[in-house]
């Protein structure tokens, strides 16, 4: 199977609570997928990009306390949340403002995924949403978040764990790199035999 691109896109419009995660792939609104995100045993993902609704004109009307209404992405593997204070403790994540979904030419990230957050073999892995400063329940909003991901499968996913060992940073142009190295590394002994 190798190694493949994803993005997945969550769109919210049905009835979100205000100050409650909700997760993009099972939480139950917007458009989700039927179990959560997960790796097999010869799986590896690499999350590379997290993105989420800035404030929107639509949540603005919506309510009167308008104000810092912000959305939020947190990504979490197995049970622990991925973005922390100071202080070790879970916050909400990235805020929309600093990584907008969907990008508009004039808004662009301040916020960049780097490194790039790993996802080991049979790891359960979510991005968490949350919508900040409502005054209440909103409805028919037009909510986003966006997560892009490469997912190494088989023999791939068996080199970004070496690269994961050898503390090189897993990504294609690596993981190519080393099959071109174990190729060379091959066609020696062989030639030299």
Known sequence: MAMRSQLYEWTGTTAFTPDNQSSIFIGGTGNNITKPAETTATQFVVIEQVAS??????????????????MY???RINTTDYFLDPD??????IPGSAS??????????SFN??????????QVWDVLVTQRGLAVAVTNTELQAFVKYTLYDGPDALIANKLLELGISVSPANVDWYK??????????????
Do not use: F, H
């Open 53 to 70: 609704t800035g404030a929107s004109p639509q949540i603005y009307t919506a309510t009167a306390a308008n104000n810092g209404t912000q």
């Open 73 to 75: 992405a947190q990504v």
């Open 88 to 93: 070790n403790k879970p916050n909400d994540g």
């Open 100 to 109: 907008p979904y969907p990008r508009l030419l004039t808004m662009q990230p």
């Open 113 to 122: 995924l780097y490194p790039d957050i790993y996802v080991l073999p049979g």
């Open 180 to 193: 071109r190295s174990l190729i060379q590394q091959q066609s020696s002994v062989v030639g030299g035999v």
